[in-house]
Structure formats: structure tokens, C-alpha cells
């Protein structure tokens, strides 16, 4: 593996486990400071191989392994020998985490010490399939570098602002103590773009908005002064929106259906549910939206045709929570860069007032509704990793 060292200076690591890859990016150290270099290391217990990028685009790094060869904490550590030599030298004075789960006890950016990675360790059951990969790079790199501080940013963090009502559930009262209630997720998402939102266009920011975050997971949030209202993911990542793989809102007697009538097990429910539904399995093709888009299948229209329906049925009813609808944003990889599902979306939501400019929106500009449109609509590409940067700044400058 070859690399090109950085310039002397002082930089913010920022890492985002996922179930089977780590991203990561460093930044300068200052306020807002430019990204120097980023990449991830996909395909871990699988496939490893890890890829960076500099902040012009070009390559710096590059690796495989054999298969089976990492795991996160593993992985980690291979991110942490490439930092050690494209920094060469340059101190890192602090990594910043994407948590998923903070429950209700973390409801803002928080620095980690032994007590709090104990505390994240004991809500793993409420998001076992993230927040174990999420702890382990904080545990590998509090065994390499335990001088340098590390700062976990939550994606429940930014729905804590939401109603009392907004967040039960028809549970009895014993359960919902325990911690079942909906919790909201995508949060540093949401973050971001409200505060890009906040500097370009603040009245925009302090107006009734639906984000909706479409990717591989998708959501949406119902926003109003800044503040999450409703979002449609609860309890756990698999809620809402029908997404790449998973299957979104389902009837909890499905749930019922399927253990009683083929015998399936909490594993095998689990499999089903985060990773043989949604896109993929309405399609029987792929979970990718480019992919489906590309087919002529009949099966493959159906799975866009659902995701698309669904995301206007759930537009109407954060519209209700919001008590009316002043802009719609989309943004993450399919909300970013895939017109059609942003005109089709725009269709379902004719009723409330929303007209799509074709051309702006082919073009994927920043305002892609018409100007005389009773509702704005508008792209924001999210950058979670950029939002985890300016809190660890902000929780290591005021520590």
C-alpha cells in the first residue's frame, strides 16, 4: 500500500460503523475545518478492502484482505495505521463516533469515558444489529490511543425534542419506563441539514419542513423551528419507510403470522425483516434504486412504485403532526441524485400545494419546485460525517 503523507497540523478524526463497514474522515482541526481525507473499509468479515480518497477526490490508499480477515476492531486498527501514515506525524487531537443509540440518556454529543461506553454497551438490546459495531472502534482506539479523546454523536439525539405523545407507544405504561418507545434515528442527518439550512435560508430553517432522508435506509422527519416533531422511524431502524432491504412498517401480527405458521425464530425474523425485504425482496432483483431503475422487470417497477407510495402516504402524516407543510427536503443517495423518485414523490404530494420545475429538478439543483409553488422543495446533500466533526470540536473545546 502506498500513501502520500499530510501537511504538519493538528485534526479531528471522525469514524461511522455500520453493520460491515467503518467510514472515515479527518478534518482540520479548526471551526468548520476542510476535510483533508476520507474512505471506509467496506466489506468486513466478508471481503475487507479499504479504500481513501483525498478532498480533491484522488486516490491516496488502497488495501484488501483475505476474507474473514478483519472485524470492526480489527478494521479500526488498519484505519488507524493508514492515519498514522498519511498524517505522518500530525497530531489527531480527537475521533468523533456515530452512535445510533444514546436512549434516553445521551441527548447530545458526549465524551467517552468508562462509564458512558458502559452505559452505550447496555442499550445493545435495543439496537443489536448497530450498536455493538458502533462501540467497537471506540473500544479499539481506546486500546491503541487512550490519551486522545473520543466524542460519540447520537442519531436519537436529535428527536429528543419531540412530544411526550409523539414518542409512546399503546404499550403498557411498565414498558414504555423500560425504554419501548419510538426514538427517532438518521438524527446527525437531519442535524446537518438543518444547520446548513440555518445559515443559507433561516426563515426556511424556522418553517414546517419534511426531510426526507432516502438511501439505502430512508426516513423522514417532521421539523418545525429546527426541531424534530415526528419522524417516521421508532423504536428501531427497521420502522417507517420501506428501505433497501428492509421492510419498514409492518403489522405486528405479520410478526405473529410467521412464528406461529412457519416456525420462524427471532433470528430468522430479524433476517427477514433488516435484510431480505424492502427493495430487494418486493423486486427479487436488487436493493439498489439505480439497478432497479436500469430494469425492465415488472417486479422492479412494482418495488419503486411501493417505496414512492409510501413515502407520500407518510408525507401526509407528518403533515398533520406538523399541522400543515411549508417545504419539503430531500437528500442521501437516492433523495440527492435520483430525479424521477424526487418527481414521482412530487406528484403524490400535488394535494398539498407542491409544484416540481422539471429542469431544475433534472438538473438536481438546490430549489427544484416552481416559484409560484404553495410548497417549496428543495436538495440538500447530507454529510454526517461533517456534522460529527463540528461536535467533537465544540465537546473537546468546552471540556
Not at 439550512?197 to 426516513?219: D, F, K, Q, T, Y
Request: with cysteine; net charge neutral; aromatic share 6%.
Amino acid at each position: 500500500m502506498t500513501v502520500r503523507p499530510m501537511p504538519q497540523q493538528g485534526c479531528i478524526a471522525v469514524l461511522n460503523a455500520g453493520s460491515s463497514s467503518i467510514k472515515f474522515a479527518v478534518y482540520e482541526a479548526e471551526r468548520d475545518g476542510p476535510l483533508l481525507f476520507h474512505g471506509q473499509v467496506e466489506g468486513i468479515g466478508v471481503a475487507p478492502h479499504l479504500k481513501a480518497t483525498d478532498a480533491d477526490g484522488k486516490s491516496v490508499a488502497e488495501q484488501r484482505w483475505d476474507a474473514g480477515a478483519l472485524d470492526h476492531h480489527a478494521a479500526t486498527d488498519a484505519i488507524l495505521e493508514l492515519g498514522r501514515k498519511l498524517l505522518a506525524g500530525r497530531p489527531v487531537l480527537a475521533f468523533g463516533h456515530r452512535v445510533v443509540h444514546g436512549g434516553t440518556a445521551f441527548a447530545a454529543p458526549t465524551r467517552v469515558d468508562a462509564g458512558v461506553l458502559k452505559a452505550l454497551a447496555e442499550l445493545v438490546p435495543l439496537a443489536p444489529l448497530h450498536q455493538p459495531h458502533n462501540l467497537a472502534p471506540i473500544e479499539a482506539i481506546a486500546r491503541a490511543v487512550p490519551h486522545i479523546p473520543q466524542v460519540a454523536c447520537f442519531d436519537t439525539a436529535f428527536h429528543r425534542s419531540q412530544p411526550a405523545l409523539a414518542q409512546e407507544f399503546g404499550l403498557p405504561r411498565k414498558l414504555t419506563a423500560e425504554g419501548v418507545r419510538r426514538y427517532g434515528f438518521h438524527g446527525l442527518s437531519y442535524d446537518f441539514i438543518l444547520t446548513q439550512l440555518g445559515e443559507a435560508m433561516p426563515a426556511l430553517a424556522r418553517s414546517r419542513l419534511i426531510v426526507a432522508h432516502l438511501g439505502n435506509g430512508a426516513s423522514l422527519c417532521a421539523v418545525r423551528d429546527g426541531k424534530s416533531v415526528a419522524s417516521t422511524m421508532g423504536f428501531t431502524a427497521v420502522d417507517g419507510l420501506m428501505m433497501g432491504t428492509r421492510t419498514g412498517a409492518l403489522d405486528p401480527g405479520v410478526l405473529l403470522y410467521l412464528m406461529e405458521r412457519h416456525g420462524m425464530d427471532a433470528h430468522a425474523i430479524e433476517d427477514l425483516l433488516y435484510r431480505q425485504s424492502g427493495l430487494l425482496g418486493v423486486s427479487g432483483i436488487s436493493s439498489d434504486m439505480r439497478a432497479l431503475r436500469q430494469s425492465s422487470a415488472a417486479e422492479a417497477r412494482e418495488a419503486i412504485a411501493l417505496f414512492v407510495y409510501r413515502i407520500v402516504r407518510e408525507i401526509g402524516s407528518l403533515a398533520a403532526a406538523l399541522g400543515g407543510v411549508d417545504g419539503i427536503v430531500f437528500s442521501a443517495g437516492i433523495g440527492e441524485n435520483d430525479p424521477r423518485t424526487r418527481a414521482e414523490v412530487a406528484a403524490g404530494c400535488r394535494w398539498l400545494g407542491l409544484e416540481i420545475d422539471e429542469e431544475r429538478n433534472r438538473r438536481g439543483e438546490t430549489r427544484i419546485s416552481t416559484d409560484r409553488s404553495a410548497v417549496s422543495a428543495w436538495i440538500i446533500p447530507t454529510d454526517e460525517e461533517s456534522m460529527i466533526a463540528r461536535y467533537t470540536r465544540q465537546v473537546i473545546a468546552g471540556s
